[in-house]
């Protein structure tokens, strides 16, 4: 079983829409949690980070479930410029090693 | 306003063959890694480096070799190449302890096909 694990998609939604991704790790002692936003064939960048008390930047909302040990990503509001992968990474100590979940698709449409 | 530099960027083997891939980063920082990226496989962090002279493995060593004898290079070796590691490489560089903020920055990647 993969460290972190998301649903790769491809999520299709209309332009307006909401919608929101989840994904779950393996690892109780992780510490910290990110969301990073990957375009076709480039580098992935840091989106933001996830808060215990969750956290909005803009459209964007991250929520974090120690609990459950899962992570999720709300967008709201879809434009076509979200088109793009959007990775869960996990800080699995404080080590600096950081496990990227498999990603998720995302595609807006007009 | 280099960042992260990875040489080369595309690259074509035969099996058996080695090479290396160098990562510079001009940031000074102390964390750097090596992930490959296939499809629908998302990035798997092949090892990493905490500093100058260290070296860990990550989820996918196997095949892979690195060294990390300057702080601002980190060297991804395949002794012999395999059709399995062709691959996209990417390599990344963070802050260190007490900094550590969880943002990576990535170099554009290297596209190593094993024929």
């Known amino acids: 079983r993969k460290e972190v694990e998301q649903d790769p998609g491809p999520f299709n939604v209309p332009e307006g829409a909401t919608v929101a991704f989840n994904c779950t790790y393996s690892?109780?002692?992780?510490?910290?949690f990110f969301w990073y936003r990957q375009d076709c064939r480039k580098e992935p960048k840091l989106l933001m980070s996830v808060y215990s008390s969750g956290n909005e930047d803009g459209r964007f909302t991250a929520q974090l479930n120690r609990a459950s040990q899962y992570i999720s990503l709300l967008i709201r509001d879809s434009k076509l410029s979200d088109s793009a992968t959007y990775l869960c990474?996990?800080?699995?100590?404080?080590?600096?090693?950081?496990?990227f979940g498999q990603g998720t698709t995302l595609q807006v449409k007009p | 306003n280099a960042g992260v530099t990875q040489t080369p960027k595309f690259r074509v083997l035969k099996t058996g063959q080695s090479m290396t891939l160098l990562c510079a980063q001009d940031?000074?920082?102390?964390?750097m890694y090596w992930y490959r990226q296939d499809p629908g496989m998302g990035l798997r962090l092949i090892h990493y480096s905490v500093g100058e002279g260290t070296t860990a493995k990550g989820e996918v060593p196997d095949g892979y070799n690195v060294s990390r004898l300057k702080k601002q290079n980190f060297l991804l070796g395949l002794e012999s190449a395999a059709p399995s590691q062709t691959s996209v490489y990417f390599c990344a560089s963070s802050q260190g302890p007490g900094l550590f903020t969880g943002e990576l920055f990535f170099g554009e990647g290297s596209r190593l096909t094993v024929l």
């Open positions: 940031m000074n920082h102390e964390y």
């Open positions: 690892n109780s002692a992780s510490q910290s």
């Open positions: 990474v996990v800080n699995t100590g404080n080590t600096g090693k950081l496990i």
